[in-house]
């Protein structure tokens, strides 16, 4: 097994409850940028933000906040109406987002929210929100995803609405302090394949957590809205594989996992002792980091991926 100094990745993964606590703390100062309630709001992003994008969506609507959509950058549909959209981009240069911010400009109020304040998204939108202190060095997206994420939750929070069920941010941050320290398992470690699983703004967080394992360590994984599993993914499930769940577990599925042989992992807040489902993020990110490490891959340089995508002109 090749073996690794203590990764970039590894470090911004153990500093998320302090990045969580500062955005959590700034809000007042982004309320200006940040959409108002009753806004109807669509926010896009490519890749982890795009999955931050859709949490945050469920969660601001499922709140009574307003409307709100969560599209693929390079999918937002130019013929709907809204009055804000809302881009994550950390690093400020990703080619799908500032085309769709170009094409807009004037016609719908922006806001971006973003890790480096020296790209060309800081021109291209009405408003921008720099969590340059949740920047990364690592190509895999941890920290300011999970950030940003917190910062919009927080604001929702300020607003006097989060759904139901979910905590505020001040416990989501202490489960995130619990969730460094939570123990990773054989059956985790050895797993030949595992399904994340969610259930309104957590499935956002089941994308994201497979596409973690994806990208820093080559690994099989699939997610799906956890009423879906049943619905066809259950067929893949067995001995060495895992069903993990963020959020509340519908009624039998623990039950089913453990019929056809299968682990089922749910930490959720509905359990004694559970973890806020962004908290049990950090540590399907562990995992990763993890799983890539004993496959001998460096998880600050995953394969085949850079930091940004920046595309050139189309071919004539």
């Known amino acids: 097994m090749t073996t690794f100094e203590t990764s970039c990745t590894s470090a911004e993964i153990a500093s998320q409850p302090d990045t969580w606590s500062r955005a959590a703390g700034s809000v007042a100062s982004h309320t200006g940028a940040l959409p108002r309630r009753g806004e109807r709001v669509a926010v896009v992003g490519c890749g982890t933000s795009w999955f931050m994008a859709h949490a945050y969506a469920r969660l601001r609507e499922s709140g009574g906040h307003g409307e709100t959509d969560a599209f693929a950058a390079s999918e937002f549909p130019t013929g709907r109406t809204y009055d804000r959209i809302v881009a994550l981009t950390r690093s400020g240069t990703t080619t799908e987002v500032l085309d769709l911010l170009a094409r807009v400009r004037g016609a719908v109020a922006t806001t971006a929210l973003t890790a480096d304040p020296a790209t060309p998204v800081m021109t291209l939108a009405d408003h921008v929100v720099v969590l340059d202190f949740a920047d990364e060095e690592s190509v895999v997206q941890t920290r300011f995803a999970t950030t940003a994420l917190v910062l919009l939750r927080a604001h929702l929070e300020a607003e006097g609405a989060l759904p139901a069920g979910v905590r505020p941010v ?19 470690c050895g797993a030949e394949q595992i399904t994340f699983l969610g259930t309104g703004w957590s499935y956002g967080l089941a994308l994201e957590a497979g596409l973690k394992m994806r990208e820093a360590a080559g690994a099989w994984t699939e997610a799906y809205p956890a009423m879906e599993y049943r619905h066809g993914p259950i067929s893949i499930t067995g001995p060495r594989r895992v069903a993990w769940l963020f959020g509340p577990a519908p009624h039998g599925l623990a039950d089913d996992v453990a019929r056809v042989g299968g682990l089922f992992r749910g930490a959720s807040t509905d359990a004694p002792g559970g973890l806020d489902p962004l908290a049990d993020l950090i540590v399907a990110q562990r995992l990763a980091v993890r799983l890539a490490e004993s496959r001998g891959y460096d998880p600050d340089r995953p394969r085949n991926l850079t930091r940004s995508v920046v595309l050139g002109p189309p071919s004539a």
């Open 170 to 188: 001040a416990g989501a941050v202490e489960d995130a302090r619990r969730a460094l320290g939570a123990p990773l398992g054989p059956d985790l």
